[in-house]
């Protein structure tokens, strides 16, 4: 592995982090403003968000184009587990979201 492919494969790690960091962003503040507003609803459709920018990494095949410019397994097997995590906790809350508020009654 050359320093170009190096490059390329931290470059690719910095999209799917970027898109993680922004998830947790839009979680914090959804569940902000549903405690806020003691409107649960907003932390759900929260959920459609997470799923719309998991959708997005998947779409631009962040692990395709890393295989493509040799990266190392492990930033594969991050970016696999990133773009999942992001799938799935954005289904759930999409799902299930609006129960939080249940809690706190």
């Known amino acids: ?9 931290i470059q690719f790690s910095k999209l799917i982090a970027w898109a993680f960091s922004l998830s947790v962003a839009i979680i914090f503040i959804s569940y902000s403003i549903s405690k ?26 962040i692990k395709g ?3 493509n410019s040799n990266a190392p397994n492990v930033y594969k097997s991050q970016t696999i587990i ?24």
């Open 82 to 105: 990133l773009e999942a995590a992001i799938l799935i906790i954005g289904t759930l809350i999409w799902g299930f979201g609006d129960l939080v508020g249940c809690f706190y009654r």
């Open 36 to 61: 806020y507003l003691n409107d649960w609803m907003w932390f759900a459709r929260s959920g459609s968000l997470l799923v719309c920018i998991g959708v997005l990494t998947a779409a631009y095949d």
């Open 65 to 67: 184009k890393m295989e």
């Open 1 to 9: 592995m050359n320093n170009e492919d190096i490059l390329k494969s």
